[in-house]
């Protein structure tokens, strides 16, 4: 089996930490440097925490391996001869920033899989896709570029989530639904079938959506209601 060198690009928010740790399970992978794109190092103020074991990027490492501080990161990931990358950014237009970057470049964008995912044979994933631990795909459903699903989030049949699209832990989606480009469900959210969320909102932890939510927009509650638009009111 060849092991394809790959970049991870971001640290933030323990995703990043998280996908490497059992990314070589997934494939034939091995994470040689993570890359902060931009030219400064990350500015990093420690708190202290609950759990024992947590990690900060310092001004040139992170978990050990190289931490890659350039805002032109593909021409100096190229040149360090790695062509695989996997854009782990949490924020959505950061994240389509990054994937349009990386292909500009010719850079190749992988695809992490947790060994437990449940992923039926008739489902397409675009490029850039990570699916966390016990993540459920169902017949037929699609996930597009970039977006991530987290642990044990359930995406059934005929389901569509959209470029950039976050979906966190817990979450259930019933069937034909759609979650538009770079929205964000949070934990717990249950949405019945035949719903659309619209691109950029944002559904509320342990929300239950019954109805088409626009584009733009944040919901919350049991049934969800709009609590904020566009305008912010």
Same mark, same amino acid.
């Given at each position: ?123 397409? =994933?675009?490029? +850039? /896709?990570?699916?966390? *631990? $016990?993540?459920? !795909?169902?017949?037929? &459903?699609?996930?597009? @570029? ?26 259930? =989606?019933?069937? +034909? /639904?759609?979650?538009? *480009? $770079?929205?964000? !469900?949070?934990?717990? &959210?249950?949405?019945? @079938? ?40």
């Amino acid at each position: 089996m060849v092991v394809k060198n790959v970049a991870l690009i971001g640290w933030h928010e323990g995703l990043a930490g998280q996908v490497h740790s059992w990314l070589a399970e997934s494939g034939p992978y091995r994470v040689t440097c993570f890359v902060h794109p931009e030219d400064s190092p990350p500015r990093v103020t420690s708190v202290a925490r609950d759990a024992s074991q947590f990690d900060y990027p310092t001004e040139n490492s992170f978990k050990g391996l190289p931490l890659v501080c350039r805002a032109d990161w593909p021409e100096v990931l190229r040149h360090d001869g790695i062509h695989h990358v996997l854009v782990t950014l949490d924020d959505a237009l950061e994240r389509l920033a990054a994937l349009k970057q990386a292909q500009a470049a010719g850079l190749t964008l992988i695809n992490a899989i947790h060994p437990s995912v449940r992923l039926m044979a008739d489902a397409l =994933l675009g490029e +850039n /896709v990570i699916l966390h *631990a $016990g993540v459920h !795909v169902g017949y037929r &459903a699609e996930i597009r @570029n970039g977006a991530f699903l987290n642990t044990n989030a359930q995406v059934d049949h005929h389901d569509v989530i959209e470029t950039c699209a976050t979906i966190d832990p817990g979450v259930v =989606l019933a069937g +034909n /639904v759609t979650v538009g *480009a $770079g929205a964000r !469900v949070h934990t717990g &959210a249950v949405v019945k @079938n035949r719903i659309r969320i619209g691109a950029g909102s944002i559904i509320g932890a342990g929300a239950v959506v019954i109805r088409d939510i626009p584009a733009g927009v944040t919901a919350v509650g049991v049934p969800a209601e709009i609590i904020k638009t566009k305008a912010g009111n």
